[in-house]
Structures are given as C-alpha cells and as structure tokens.
C-alpha cells in the first residue's frame, strides 16, 4: 500500500494568496490539493498543519472515505470553512495519488466522461451597460457560450463584480477590508436594464448569468427574478444570505427565473433544504469548500435526484489545483449545468502548470494522470503571503451590509 510519508502546506502569492497541501507517499508518488480560503488564508494552514498532518503520516493513501470520515468525524468539531477547506485539500490530494497510480486521468476513476467538455462561463463587466456589453461581445467572440454580467449601478462608487481590470478581476485587494457603499433601491432601478439592453445587442444565443452577491431580501429578490423573467437569464445567483434555507420558498413563489446558490457552502446540510424542495435550480457548492471530491459528489447525488444541477464555483481565488478537480468532477457527473471560469493570471498559471484547456466555449481537464496540476515549488516560493481581505460593503446609512 502507498503510505502516506510526508505533507506540509506551501502559501504562494503570484499576485494573490493560494494555500496548498502536498501530500508524499511511499511509491514516490505525490498529490496536491487547493486549501485557499479567501482572507483567512493562514487559519487553514495552520488547520493542516498543526492538526490534520500529524494524523495523516502513516495511513494508507488508498484509503480516501475513511480518512475523510476520520477528518470529519474525528475532529468532533464539525463543518466551517477552515475545517471543510482542511478536508478538501487532503481529499484531492489523494484522489490525486489514486489517479496517478491507476495511471489514469481523475475523471476516469469518477466514473468516465458524461460530456465531451465542461461548459464555462466567463466573467463580463463594466462601468457602465455599455461598457459591460463591449465586454460580453469580446467574450463571445473567443466562443464563450455562457457569459456573466455585472455592471456598475448609477450613484455607487463600485459594486461587487466590476473591476479595474477588464481580463482579471480580484476582489481582495487590500491590507484592511475596503469600504464599498450599497443601495438595493438603486440596484434594484439599473439591474434589469443592463438585460434588456443585453438581449438587444447579444441576441437570445449566449446564456447571460448574473449574480446578486447575497444582497437582496427574499421578496426584493422575487422581484428582481421577475423583472428579469423576459430576458431568460440562465440564472439568478446568491439573491439572498443563504443560512436561512427556507427563504428561497418565497422567492420561488414569486419567479420562474433559475436560482443558484452555494459558492459559500461548506456541506450538504447547508442546502439539504434547498435541495429536497426543489428550491433552486443549480448548486454552486465547489471542490475546495465543500469537502473535496468526495463531498461534493454526495451533495451532486442528492442534487440529481431532485432535478437540481451544478454549477461550481470558480473564481480566481481557487487555485487551478481546484479548477483540475472541479472539471474532473463536471466531466463525469450526469447533472452538470455550467462551470463558473475566471481565467488566472500568467504567474498563477507558472506556479500551478496545468493540463486542462479552453476551447470553444468548454474546459477540458486533459488526458494527463491525477488531477493534471502541480505545484512548481520553485515558483512558489519567489511570491511570498501578502495579507489581502475582501471587501466589507455598507448601506447610505452607514449600516453594515452583506457583501
Ligand atoms: O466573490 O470568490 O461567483 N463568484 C463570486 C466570487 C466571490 C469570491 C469571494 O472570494 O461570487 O467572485
Ligand atoms: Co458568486
């Protein structure tokens, strides 16, 4: 059997913060696995290192449920984003390793490929409508068949999903939290503008997303679903804070727009509810928060049984390690919808080589072994952790908001 002989934790930051976990065993074989957890990077390291590693040495890598149930249940402290991004790094490291010594690609210990390629959406943005639908159309002519949009709202100084940036978008961008203002009553006038006007210039071809970012209650976001109804978005994502599971039933009352939820869900009980009355249309729980691969597809499972499809999260702050399983993951699950696509900058990609590629609209993660991405160590090392927080968001009041 492989044993597990050594791990420790690597931080890089190409520009923004990544945590990763290597795992080595006794065949010479190694495994990686993505722990970042966006602002609170180093508690997860520490999670790995001060507490999960010293139980790892020694185990038998093959061994994927049982260490992930011993992680799991041996804590007692159960759940959270540190514990379940712990979980998750050491979960795809050891898919990792399996894969790399069956000699195959991920996707074919999951079971094969259900589809020829992953669909992805890409991010669109701008100031303005105008600016943002410029944006759409370069996205659509480099084949992108689904395309998020975001535009600025006249009278906020900046909202979440525009960035200075038109190719990268980074929303941790400081020492400290930054300050954003917010008003629903002026987001809530300029949202379905920015639709309109993309169905006239885009045509009714592309699928067009848009997320809300957890901003609404549940009847105001009833009413954007409405209001958005005659553009046929592909899906209205996080309209509210999701603790409560039971306030998508209002918002269901009120739309037959698609709902999306659970970039920030760290298991299946967070959308046990969400899932079993058919309260949304797409789960966007992802690899590095929820758990792993193993998880994530128990909660994907579920979700199949209850006409609910998928939708991961997968923005820049997971690193490419989470992006190999992500598609691993997407290729091999019969109920895929979309997957979220944030293209890294050329220092994360040097530091994270990686075998999967974007063509016509779709990822693919390549035919190499394992996960097909690695970390080169070398590289890491040149970019040291930089603190970097998201963003805090408050109302004209001054009250905080959710961001
Ligand atoms: O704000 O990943 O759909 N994508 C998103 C992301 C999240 C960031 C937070 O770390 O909502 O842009
Ligand atoms: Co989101």
Same mark, same amino acid.
């Given at each position: 059997m492989p044993k597990i002989t050594a791990a420790r934790v690597i931080v890089t930051s190409p520009g923004r913060n990544f945590v990763t976990l290597k795992i080595e065993t006794s065949d010479g074989v190694h495994g990686v696995g993505d722990a970042t957890l966006n602002g609170r990077e180093l508690a997860v390291a520490s999670y790995l290192t001060d507490h999960v590693i010293p139980c790892l040495i020694g185990r038998d890598a093959h061994q994927i449920e049982d260490i992930w149930q011993y992680l799991y249940k041996g804590a007692y402290w159960r759940r959270g984003p540190v514990t379940m991004a712990a979980i998750a790094a050491v979960d795809m490291a050891l898919w990792d390793i399996k894969a790399k010594i069956a000699g195959l690609? !991920?996707? $074919? #210990? !999951? =079971? &094969?490929a259900c589809r020829t390629g992953v669909m992805v959406y890409g991010h669109? /943005? =701008?100031?303005t409508i105008e600016e943002t639908l410029e944006n759409a159309a370069v996205y659509a002519s480099q084949g992108y068949k689904a395309i998020r949009l975001q535009s600025? +709202?006249? @009278? #906020? /100084? &900046? +909202?979440y999903g525009v960035s200075k940036d038109k190719f990268f978008y980074e929303p941790?961008?400081?020492h400290l939290p930054t300050e954003s203002l917010w008003s629903t009553e002026k987001y809530l006038r300029s949202a379905p503008g920015l639709f309109e006007a993309a169905r006239d210039k885009l045509g009714w071809d592309l699928h067009l997303l848009h997320d809300v970012h957890h901003r609404l209650t549940p009847i105001e976001a009833g009413r954007l679903g409405k209001d958005l109804e005659p553009y046929r978005p592909f899906w209205m994502e996080d309209a509210v804070p999701a603790e409560n599971q039971a306030s998508f039933r209002i918002i269901r009352q009120h739309t037959t727009t698609p709902l999306a939820v659970g970039e920030i869900f760290n298991s299946i009980w967070d959308c046990k509810q969400l899932i079993e009355e $058919? !309260?949304?249309?797409?789960?966007?729980a992802t690899v590095v928060h929820a758990g792993g691969i193993t998880h994530l597809r128990k909660i994907a499972s579920f979700a199949d049984l209850h006409h609910v499809r998928t939708g991961c999260h997968g923005a820049t702050d997971l690193s490419p390690i989470c992006m190999a399983a992500a598609l691993h993951f997407d290729l091999s699950i019969p109920n895929f919808g979309v997957q979220e696509y944030m293209r890294h900058t050329e220092a994360t990609d040097a530091v994270f080589p990686h075998a999967y590629s974007f063509a016509d609209g779709m990822l693919h993660p390549g035919e190499?072994? @394992? #996960?097909? +991405?690695?970390?080169d160590e070398a590289q890491a090392a040149k970019h040291p952790y930089k603190r970097a927080y998201l963003p805090i968001a408050r109302r004209e009041d001054g009250s905080m908001h959710d961001w």
């Open positions: 690609p !991920l996707y $074919q #210990l !999951l =079971g &094969g669109a /943005n =701008g100031a600025g +709202v006249p @009278g #906020l /100084n &900046g +909202v941790a961008d400081s $058919q !309260l949304i249309d797409y789960i966007r190499a072994i @394992g #996960l097909g +991405v690695d970390i």
